[in-house]
Nanobody, 124 residues
Framework: QVLLVESGGGLVQAGGSLRLSCAAS????????MGWFRQAPGKEREFVAA????????IYADSVKGRFTISRDNSKNTVYLQMSSLKPEDTAVYYC?????????????????WGQGTQVTVSS
């Protein structure tokens, strides 16, 4: 079992920035990629960004391109999501996830383990 712990959420004004972190408790798994998803009230969970662990290839949803940056620190077993130019529509619970196999990283079904989520609220 892999435990993922997110941190860094909070309340920020529109135009501001936040950095989310996701630390994995165990390194001994075949980690292919890690991703971030978000879910706003009354909406489905949606893909935000993903990164492949070995090559560092990144993928972004169109809604966050140019504003969000995903990165990883292999030594700390941690993935980050730097969020800038935040908008009220970015308000959601943000979840990180790990994929243990080569799958599509832009869909929730591509992941094996999920964190508990961290709230991000952007005020206008």
């Amino acid at each position: 079992q892999v435990l993922l712990v997110e941190s860094g959420g909070g309340l920020v004004q529109a135009g501001g920035s936040l950095r989310l972190s996701c630390a994995a408790s165990r390194r001994t798994f075949s980690r292919y990629g890690m991703g971030w998803f978000r879910q706003a009230p009354g909406k489905e969970r949606e893909f935000v960004a993903a990164i492949t662990w070995s090559s560092g290839t990144t993928i972004y949803a169109d809604s966050v391109k140019g504003r969000f940056t995903i990165s990883r620190d292999n030594s700390k077993n941690t993935v980050y999501l730097q969020m800038s130019s935040l908008k009220p529509e970015d308000t959601a619970v943000y979840y990180c996830a790990v994929s243990d196999a080569v799958r599509r990283l832009t869909i929730a079904q591509g992941y094996d383990y999920w964190g508990q989520g961290t709230q991000v609220t952007v005020s206008s």
